[in-house]
């Protein structure tokens, strides 16, 4: 079983930066794939960005040039640095360790 802690959401004015983590615990997940998704109000979850275990990124057009995944496979640990928000950002931030296990979830609000 995998355990997924969220943690670094909160609010921040637009072209602002925020910086997501995500500590996994547990056992038989360490050289899985990571990402990151969000669900905005209305809207169905989307990926964000997904890393593997050697590091190769993908990333939603959205977000690409502005957020920066990262893992410190070490720490069991995933980021998500996030810069120049835009009020379109805000969502709940979800991480996923794959298959299939999710964390429990961050708010994002880009806001003036």
């Known amino acids: 079983q995998v355990q997924l802690v969220e943690s670094g959401g909160g609010l921040v004015q637009p072209g602002g930066s925020l910086r997501l983590s995500c500590a996994a615990s547990?056992?038989?997940?360490?050289?899985?794939?990571m990402g990151w998704y969000r669900q905005a109000p209305g809207k169905q979850r989307e990926l964000v960005a997904s890393i593997t275990w050697i590091g190769t990124t993908n990333y939603a057009d959205s977000v690409k040039g502005r957020f920066i995944i990262s893992r410190n496979n070490a720490k069991n640990t995933a980021y998500l640095q996030m810069n120049t928000l835009k009020p379109e950002d805000t969502a709940v931030y979800y991480c996923?360790?794959?298959?299939?296990?999710w964390g429990q979830g961050t708010q994002v609000t880009v806001s003036s």
């Open positions: 996923r360790v794959f298959p299939n296990y």
């Open positions: 547990g056992s038989g997940f360490s050289v899985n794939d």
